[in-house]
T-cell receptor, first 113, second 112 residues
Framework: GESVGLHLPTLSVQEGDNSIINCAYS??????FIWYKQESGKGPQFIID?????DKRQGQRVTVLLNKTVKHLSLQIAATQPGDSAVYFC????????????FGSGTQLTVLP | SQTIHQWPATLVQPVGSPLSLECTVE??????LYWYRQAAGRGLQLLFY??????ISSEVPQNLSASRPQDRQFILSSKKLLLSDSGFYLC???????????FGQGTRLTVV
């Protein structure tokens, strides 16, 4: 796994609006994808995951979409709240990799009042 | 339930001094263990991973080393710290048959 090494892209949304965070992954053999939320000074927390045999999965206020054709992953957050402000990372992994996670560069989400 | 402990939370060390960061996992057996580093405002870089006691794989050449003396203990070390070793270090674990990784709260290391 490796980091992209780029400064984080940012997304600002109004409180109550929906947020869409995008991620492009690199390995066509990846079969499991995870979204993490990282608040300042803390470790990443699991939000939602999806396996490669699915193209959509819903959780509480969050939906993950997977497009394997273009190797694209998105996280949709409904009715964004101030507590959603954080950095969001996508991660990919595949069987036989000791389940190492390869992380995307992350997106800084800021919720405006 | 499983928990992961990582300490210390913050550390300020002079250049050339040694380093030892410790991570322990409770409530599970034979986990995969990982050390990541995160520079400010950037993504996570995998440094080391271990699939068992005494088994360490290094992802990038560097000034650091890792050891796994016990099944649920993972240690990150350095004999002489460099300024470039500053960063946020995260320990994580997952199960051999699983995939989701669980992270510790991290150690903020500042080398001065």
């Amino acid at each position: 796994g490796e980091s992209v090494g780029l400064h984080l892209p940012t997304l600002s949304v109004q409180e109550g609006d929906n947020s869409i965070i995008n991620c492009a992954y690199s390995n066509s053999a990846s079969d499991y994808f995870i979204w993490y939320k990282q608040e300042s000074g803390k470790g990443p927390q699991f939000i939602i995951d999806i396996r490669s045999n699915m193209d959509k999965r819903q959780g509480q206020r969050v939906t993950v979409l997977l497009n394997k054709t273009v190797k694209h992953l998105s996280l949709q957050i409904a009715a964004t709240q101030p507590g959603d402000s954080a950095v969001y990372f996508c991660a990919e992994t595949f069987s036989g990799s000791a389940r190492q996670l390869t992380f995307g560069s992350g997106t800084q989400l800021t919720v405006l009042p | 339930s499983q928990t992961i402990h990582q300490w210390p939370a913050t550390l300020v060390q002079p250049v050339g001094s040694p380093l030892s960061l410790e991570c322990t996992v409770e409530g599970t057996s034979n986990p995969n263990l990982y050390w990541y580093r995160q520079a400010a405002g950037r993504g996570l870089q995998l440094l080391f991973y271990s699939v068992g006691i005494g088994q360490i794989s290094s992802e990038v050449p560097q000034n650091l080393s890792a050891s796994r003396p016990q099944d649920r203990q993972f240690i990150l070390s350095s004999k002489k710290l460099l300024l470039s070793d500053s960063g946020f270090y995260l320990c994580a674990w997952n199960l051999q048959e699983g995939a989701e990784a669980f992270f510790g709260q991290g150690t903020r290391l500042t080398v001065v």
